[in-house]
């Protein structure tokens, strides 16, 4: 405020006290470019401002001392313009109006005039005149009035912030989009009326345009205003450095757009590519393998934490042991628990039910009624009342309660019209509730993953059938007989494929001897465990008779012909003790290793042989020495063989292991197997190992 109580109004904005030293000048004065005239009482020129020489075109010295009229009005004008300085002189009324000048260069040009009479100190009378071009002065007149009225009308909000940030003016369509009147505006900033919008952001960047100079267009801002405090609504806010004509910044312009329909559809739109893209990454990641328990995992993975912070799946125990899954209305739901994920949710995972462990819940249970009627449960705001029956016991209740789980959405997995489980998903760091958008998405997620889950307990099932056959037919040895001490192992194929056909055998013969046997049946499943089982059986019978290893494998290869074309591979060796050698015949396998004390590991120059069910090919005998000490190694080619690497690669890796001091035959076996059998080997394995024992 001043001394006479008036703020004083600066460039930058109103300020409160005295003003001390020289004030930046606007530049609206010198774009009219006023021109001052002070003419005596008989209407000579008395003073001419710079503004005059160049509106009139007479310099000072031309002009000073002149009568007025005579120098500047037409003579048809002068009678007029007399009688309009004499009544401003007598009546001290002031004219104003617009009246046809004469230029010092000839021409003719329309000037705005303010004329009103002045009185100095010693009470002499003058008369002033303030003149401006009158195309310049209707120019601004323009300006304004087009400025005044688009800022009135425009359905945009529009708003002046001066250099401090506070508002200097709004116009009608800002009032109503801040729900506020504009004097409540003036003089505040945007946080102090709008305290549920990010008003720090909108301030920082309004500071950056008044620094830079550089317009800031479309920044987008959301939340709620007095005009409407219920619902969030979206801004396109667009910010403009205001300068006068000398370049002073004056402030800010401010550009509103309520952008809130476009904003949801946007916001729509992404979540419709974002569910899109959950549906693609599901439909990648899920099913990768015929493991049950890795496709359960995959699924609770792509929910976590794109649709939930915590997932769970869950299989009813009778579907896990393929029994029919339906449920009465008093019936408790037995849940196996396949996988649980959680993203950052510790207590949550703690109430959860571990994977692999079988819960019962009751029939009050929402997880219990969503596979009794095979429709989605949604919980959108979990109340403590509904923790009771989402956790199974009240412990989990109390680590649910912790976690902050405060919505709930549990889909049924259903796969060839059968109820298999339920996709269990709770939110906790996510702050929104499950919508029905949720719901169609968690469906469309659980129907896709509950065909890959059924695929894969089927054929775990049939895996397991066939797995148990196979351990079923392989016999078990003594550890020592016909003076040889025997380990042997069996390794099913990984878990993505079938149970194949490999076998081994320790027959005991006549005489002491012992027949070493092992073969590997091509395919997998069951159909190649039976005939592993069939071909088993066959070789001990034949083996009863002491057939020479080649007539053995003769035999072996019509009874194979006759079983549905079935081609296996074996290695047939009788052990004799007596003369310390064995006798060998190959079917179409690898040849054994033989170690010898104090000589590297070797591997069994034998004739290959054809595999058992070409038909009509012979096979030889080879005669080997087998001296107290040795050791026989007989496997199949899932022990080394691989996709990646040769096979004489892999066999001389067999030999390096096999090398060195002599180890316990079991001890031997798992390093075998530990070392050179892949865990996603395609293929089973079967490993026999022998050594000679030394005579009492």
């Not at 708003?159 to 003036?186: C, I, K, M, Q």
């Not at 769970?312 to 449920?327: I, K």
């Not at 079988?358 to 979990?382: F, H, K, M, S």
Request: glycine share 8%.
């Amino acid at each position: 405020m001043t001394e006479g109580g008036e703020q004083q109004e600066l460039p930058g904005g109103p300020v409160d006290g005295p003003v001390r030293g020289p004030v930046q000048p606007s530049g609206l004065l010198d774009v009219l470019g006023v021109a001052s005239i002070v003419l005596d009482t008989d209407g000579r020129i008395v003073l001419w401002s710079p503004q005059a020489e160049e509106l009139f075109g007479y310099p000072a010295r031309d002009a000073l001392g002149q009568y007025a009229a005579q120098l500047m009005i037409h003579e048809q004008h002068v009678d007029l313009v007399v009688k309009l300085f004499a009544d401003v002189m007598e009546t001290g009324q002031g004219w104003a109006g617009a009246f046809p000048v004469r230029h010092k260069d000839g021409s003719t040009k329309l000037v705005e005039f303010r004329n009103m009479r002045l009185l100095d100190d010693q009470g002499d009378v003058y008369a002033l005149g303030l003149a401006a071009d009158q195309s310049t002065v209707r120019r601004l007149e323009r300006d304004v009035a087009l400025s005044t009225r688009m800022v009135a009308q425009s359905p945009n909000g529009l708003a002046v912030l001066d250099t401090d940030l506070r508002y200097v003016s709004v116009n009608p369509a800002l009032e109503r989009l801040n729900g506020l009147p504009a004097e409540e505006h003036v003089g505040r900033r945007i946080g102090d009326l709008l305290p549920d919008i990010d008003a720090a952001a909108l301030e920082s960047a309004a500071r950056r345009v008044l620094e830079t100079g550089q317009p800031l267009v479309d920044q987008q801002s959301v939340g709620r205003t007095p005009a409407d405090p219920e619902e969030e609504h979206a801004w396109s806010v667009s910010l403009y450095r205001l300068e006068d004509a000398l370049g002073n910044v004056l402030g800010v312009a401010c550009s509103v757009a309520d952008v809130t329909e476009q904003h949801r559809s946007a916001v729509e739109a992404e979540a419709a590519r974002r569910r899109l893209a959950l549906v693609a990454d599901a439909s990648a990641r899920i099913g990768t393998t015929l493991d049950l328990d890795r496709t359960a995992r995959e699924l609770a993975e792509v929910a976590v934490p794109d649709l939930a912070d915590i997932a769970a799946v869950d299989l009813l125990e009778a579907v896990v042991q393929g029994r029919p899954s339906t449920l009465g209305p008093a019936e408790p739901a037995v849940i196996r628990a396949l996988a649980v994920e959680a993203d950052r949710a510790p207590d949550a995972l703690l109430a959860a039910d571990p994977p692999g462990e079988v819960a019962r819940y009751a029939p009050d249970r929402l997880v219990t009624e969503c596979v009794r009627t095979g429709q989605p449960i949604l919980v959108a705001q979990v109340e403590a009342a509904d923790l009771t029956r989402i956790a199974r016991s009240p412990e989990a209740v109390e680590l649910l309660t912790r976690a902050g789980v405060h919505s709930y959405l549990a889909v049924p997995l259903i796969a060839r019209g059968e109820v298999l489980g339920a996709l269990d998903l709770k939110r906790t760091r996510n702050p929104l509730p499950f919508t029905d958008d949720d719901v169609l998405l968690a469906r469309e997620l659980a129907s896709r993953a509950a065909v890959q889950i059924d695929n894969a307990r089927w054929y775990q099932n049939a895996r397991d059938t066939a797995l148990t056959l196979q351990r079923s037919l392989l016999p078990s040895h003594p550890p020592v007989t016909g003076g040889l001490e025997v380990a042997s192992r069996y390794q099913p194929a990984g878990a993505t494929t079938e149970v194949g056909g490999d076998w081994f055998d320790v027959i005991p013969l006549e005489g002491g001897k012992t027949a070493l046997v092992v073969g590997d049946v091509m395919g997998s499943g069951l159909n190649a465990a039976a005939t592993m089982g069939r071909l088993r059986t066959a070789t001990n019978t034949l083996a009863s008779l002491d057939l020479d290893p080649a007539r053995l494998l003769e035999h072996l290869d019509r009874i194979t012909d006759n079983l549905d074309h079935s081609i296996a591979t074996c290695v047939y060796v009788v052990h004799d003790p007596e003369l310390r050698q064995c006798r060998i015949a190959n079917a179409g396998h690898l040849p054994p290793a033989r170690l010898r004390p104090g000589r590297p590991p070797e591997l069994l120059d034998l004739p290959t042989g054809a595999p058992l069910g070409v038909g009509g090919v012979a096979f030889s005998t080879t005669t080997v020495d087998l001296e107290p000490g040795d050791r026989l190694v007989l496997y199949t080619d899932g022990l080394v063989e691989t996709r990646q690497h040769p096979l004489d690669e892999r066999l001389n890796a067999l030999l390096a292991l096999l090398e060195g001091p002599d180890r316990p035959l079991e001890e031997v076996c798992d390093l075998l197997l530990r070392t050179l059998h892949q865990p996603d080997n395609s293929d089973d394995v079967a490993l026999l190992i022998a050594r000679v024992q030394t005579a009492p």
